[in-house]
């Protein structure tokens, strides 16, 4: 994707898992792909979010209020 300055743009995923119960996250994890765009990179946050909750036990889940959020930050080619 290029921006208005005919830069390429490129967008970097990070996820967290946290407890809302504790009111805090785990450290980021960068995912290792780059995504073209903001929508892409929002859309595998969503699929991410959703197999990441899968893979902790659901008690687990329930009991400390877990869930997941996510930053995409835009990288610009030098």
Do not use: R
């Amino acid at each position: 994707m290029q921006g208005l300055n005919g830069i390429s743009m490129k967008f970097i995923l990070t996820m967290y898992v946290c407890s809302f119960l504790h009111q805090d996250c785990a450290p980021g994890v960068v995912y290792p792909t780059h995504f073209d765009s903001w929508y892409d990179c929002t859309m595998q946050a969503h699929v991410e979010s959703t197999q990441l909750l899968l893979s902790i036990p659901q008690a687990l889940v329930e009991e400390n209020k877990i869930a997941t959020k996510y930053t995409c930050i835009q990288l610009t080619d030098a």
